[in-house]
């Protein structure tokens, strides 16, 4: 006993002990913001692979934005992206960054199911479902467990069965073959439930959006309580959304 106390002393504390207030590094690339400045505004448009840029005036849509910095690159005197992790909201519009403005994302407190702040503020359990992910936001999602980011500590952990979650949370653009497992999980989970799309893929269908591939129709028949953007979404920004979810 007296080896293992000398241990945690030796070590310190390893978890990050406010995850709301931490300043990351500069290359992470966060919350973009957009100047007055004029340019090209139709080359900025084209430019983005994604078409998560709109013009007149610009506008960024972070469900739909990869993160790759491309529009930065090219055009730095219009576009620059912060250091700002907490990105996830529950209202599809807050997610669209306009030109001119540095306002934060967040989540609508007067929107979120009064259910989920009672019910779930000091025990969340989520099934994860991979559909047809690439592994990057299930790597990170992994990592939120980890001993740096702790998310258990708030009684946030993910189950092996939808039977014992509270909600879903998918990662992927929903591919055909994906679309009825999902749909079969989100069914078996008791009411009350929360859905969760984590992750630009997962949002909009990224990089595949139109792909004969995918198939996202289930997402119409269904309200999702929360939108988790990035291309992965750092381990912040999921905590962060998370805790705000549920009230914590």
Not at 68 to 76: I, L, Y
Not at 90 to 114: F, M, Q, S, T, Y
Not at 172 to 198: D, H, R, S, Y
Request: hydrophobic share 40%; proline share 7%; with cysteine.
């Amino acid at each position: 006993m007296l080896d293992e106390i000398k241990i945690i002393i030796h070590n310190g504390k390893q978890f990050i002990t406010d995850p709301k207030n931490v300043q990351l590094p500069e290359p992470f690339r966060g919350r973009p913001e957009i100047s007055t400045v004029k340019v090209d505004e139709n080359k900025l448009v084209e430019l983005c692979p994604v078409s998560a840029i709109s013009a007149n005036p610009v506008r960024i849509d972070l469900g739909k934005c990869t993160f790759c910095g491309e529009c930065a690159f090219r055009f730095p005197e219009k576009i620059t992206f912060t250091t700002d992790y907490k990105l996830s909201t529950n209202i599809p519009e807050h997610l669209i960054v306009k030109e001119g403005e540095n306002i934060p994302v967040e989540i609508d407190r007067e929107a979120i199911r009064p259910e989920i702040k009672n019910i779930f503020k000091n025990s969340f359990k989520l099934r994860q479902v991979s559909a047809g992910g690439d592994n990057s936001a299930e790597f990170e999602l992994n990592a939120c467990g980890n001993a740096n980011f702790d998310i258990g500590r708030y009684g946030i952990e993910f189950v092996a069965s939808p039977r014992h979650a509270d909600g879903i949370l998918v990662t992927g653009p929903i591919t055909e073959n994906m679309a009825e497992a999902v749909e079969i999980a989100w069914k078996a989970v008791p009411e009350p439930k929360v859905f969760i799309l984590c992750g630009t893929d997962a949002i909009s269908g990224g990089i595949f959006a139109g792909s004969k591939a995918i198939n996202r129709e289930f997402l119409n028949r269904i309200k999702v309580d929360l939108y988790i953007p990035g291309n992965p979404p750092h381990p912040l920004n999921i905590e962060n959304g998370l805790l705000d979810l549920i009230g914590r």
